[in-house]
């Protein structure tokens, strides 16, 4: 069965590095997001990304946060300068055209010391 | 704009026992409703949507969930509580069409079930 896969599985940063989370979609999607999730508290959305660009983008995603898609199968999420509140777990899930649901990836727990 | 809000943060029921999770959503367009379960450092895993139709869906694991417009609910359900069913339960919504991407959570629903 496809699946949205996402590596590594746990990073741990130092404060003030430039992180890198990786995701692979399931292959034939076209809408790729990411989610954090800090600990204890609710999934919250950050982006989704359509055709090469940012299509919606909460409050979150601010200027220290990028995405891309560099190679049409990887997508990432680029955290430019890592701060303590940071630390979460980052889900990406990717859905096909007309799909009414997203599909999750495992998770990576990003902890930053 | 939409919001989702999940009564109880930790719901404890014994084996074989109803277990009923409740969300009640807000939005200002059709929504689509979905439960997500997450078990212990896992990924979010989807149990079962509602986006159109009948209004009673049925998930995985013998989970069901009623969409009940007048009331804004989308409580879940399951008859018999396994050990198994012991998870996170997440209700969230999204603007009712194809690829809207967005989900909205709510805190999540902390299931334990006792032997």
């Known amino acids: 069965e496809p699946e949205v896969t996402q590596t590594p599985s746990h990073q741990v940063t130092q404060m003030g590095q430039e992180v890198i989370l990786r995701c692979v979609p399931i292959?034939?999607?076209?809408?790729f997001y990411w989610y954090r999730q800090i600990l204890g508290q609710k999934v919250e959305f950050l982006v989704s990304?359509?055709?090469?660009?940012?299509?919606?983008k909460s409050e979150i995603f601010d200027d220290q946060f990028s995405v891309e898609r560099p190679d049409g199968s990887n997508f990432t999420l680029k955290i430019r300068s890592t701060k303590l509140e940071d630390s979460a777990m980052y889900f990406c899930?990717?859905?096909?055209?007309?799909?009414?649901?997203?599909?999750f990836g495992q998770g990576t727990r990003l902890t930053v010391v | 704009a939409q919001s989702v809000t999940q009564l109880g943060s930790h719901v404890s029921v014994s084996e074989g026992a109803l277990v009923l999770l409740r969300c009640n959503y807000s939005?200002?367009?059709?929504?689509?409703l979905f439960w997500y379960v997450q078990y212990p450092n896992q990924g979010l895993q989807l149990l079962l949507k509602y986006t159109t139709g009948a209004t009673l869906v049925k998930g995985i694991n013998g989970f069901e969930a009623e969409f009940k417009k007048s009331e804004t609910s989308f409580h879940l359900t399951k008859p018999s509580a396994h050990m198994s069913d012991a998870a996170e339960y997440f209700c969230a919504v999204s603007r009712g069409s194809s690829n809207t991407g967005k989900l909205i959570f709510g805190q999540g629903t902390t299931l334990q079930v006792k032997p």
């Open positions: 899930a990717s859905s096909g055209q007309g799909d009414t649901e997203a599909f």
């Open positions: 292959s034939n999607h076209l809408y």
């Open positions: 990304f359509y055709n090469n660009e940012i299509s919606e």
């Open positions: 939005s200002s367009v059709p929504p689509y």
